[in-house]
């Protein structure tokens, strides 16, 4: 089975970058599409990017439209969330997710967290002065 684990968060001042990554082993990268969300105390779990296996399809949640970009490696088997002009509102634990069926709507799949069947321990976040 597909195991996910998330590297790379950290205190980073507003303004600052930081690049997340998602180390996949267990199983070809090659047939899971790839997502992370992110939890911030006190409020839902909400999806910020998703890129499908053959990265054909890419999407962003619009908090996050213009700052993040997802890339993926499937022979380094890695996925990469490179984070810049963080907010305070970016702060959270964020989630490598992973799905090997396909997806028509890329949009409504990275909505929903709980379809996601491989899930990493998540990497905190925190964006302050």
């Known amino acids: 089975q597909l195991r996910l684990v998330e590297s790379g968060g950290g205190l980073v001042q507003p303004g600052g970058s930081l690049r997340l990554s998602c180390a996949a082993s267990?199983?070809?990268?090659?047939?899971?599409?790839i997502g992370w969300f992110r939890q911030a105390p006190g409020k839902e779990r909400e999806g910020i990017s998703c890129?499908?296996?053959?990265?054909?399809?890419?999407w962003y949640a619009n908090s996050v439209k213009g700052r993040f970009t997802i890339s993926r490696d499937n022979a380094k088997m890695t996925v990469a969330l490179q984070m810049n002009s963080l907010k305070p509102e970016d702060t959270g634990l964020y989630y490598c997710?992973?799905?090997?069926?396909?997806?028509?709507?890329?949009?409504?799949?990275?909505?929903?967290?709980?379809?996601?069947?491989?899930r990493g321990q998540g990497t905190q976040v925190t964006v302050s002065s």
């Open positions: 890129i499908t296996k053959s990265t054909d399809s890419i």
């Open positions: 267990g199983f070809s990268l090659d047939y899971y599409n």
């Open positions: 997710v992973g799905l090997p069926i396909e997806i028509t709507d890329l949009q409504t799949a990275c909505n929903r967290f709980t379809i996601w069947g491989y």
